[in-house]
T-cell receptor
């Protein structure tokens, strides 16, 4: 049983560009949450998707958007990249909106130059 | 903003010793969870304790929760080199948005 898989593992982008990160949840999970983790910090909640809709959102600008597909996989899109967007982006899946006992992917390391 | 704050920021011990790390938070919670992260990769869920529970055990892990002091502790007994990692607490309140602290970096020397 595959856990949470994220792609790509590493990415380098230029300021102003757009990026799409992908996540496949653990089998049987229906909820996907995205986090941003800057170096030396804890993960910061970006948003959560359940039943193909954004259900919860953290304190992130509209440049951050997402999508969930009928098979529960999800994408995170970031437009107009800033240097400060450089971080590890983590996807977590869980069963149900409460999001307890989440399973995390290995993350995508995004570097904006 | 981060609600949970772990203490200490870094902890260095010898294999076989116990490691204790603490988490303080500011607002009321439904549950508190501890996660481990190896070398900046994905987080692994360790244990969840609900607001009406005071103590939970899982293998070599013991977690306590004191809601009156808004604090929790994670005790790892008989530590191993493989326990070297960063440990985060995450609180969930009514909205169920998980709020993570900055973490405690644990180094266990063989």
């Amino acid at each position: 049983d595959a856990g949470v898989t994220q792609s790509p593992t590493h990415l380098i982008k230029t300021r102003g560009q757009q990026v799409t990160l992908r996540c496949s949840p653990k089998s049987g999970h229906d909820t996907v949450s995205w986090y941003q983790q800057a170096l030396g910090q804890g993960p910061q909640f970006i948003f959560q998707y359940y039943e193909e809709e954004e259900r919860q959102r953290g304190n992130f600008p509209d440049r951050f958007s997402g999508h969930q597909f009928p098979n529960y996989s999800s994408e995170l899109n970031v437009n107009a990249l800033l240097l400060g967007d450089s971080a590890l982006y983590l996807c977590a899946s869980s069963l149900g909106q409460a999001g307890e006992k989440a399973f995390f992917g290995q993350g995508t390391r995004l570097t904006v130059v | 903003s981060q609600q949970g704050e772990e203490d200490p920021q870094a902890l260095s011990i010898q294999e076989g010793e116990n490691a204790t790390m603490n988490c303080s938070y500011k607002t009321s919670i439904n549950n508190l969870q501890w996660y481990r992260q190896n070398s900046g990769r994905g987080l692994v869920h360790l244990i969840l304790i609900r607001s009406n529970e005071r103590e939970k055990h899982s293998g070599r892990l013991r977690v306590t929760l004191d809601t009156s002091k808004k604090s929790s502790s994670l005790l790892i007994t008989a530590s191993r080199a493989a326990d070297t990692a960063s440990y985060f607490c995450a609180t969930q309140g009514g909205s169920y948005i998980p709020t993570f602290g900055r973490g405690t970096s644990l180094i266990v020397h063989p």
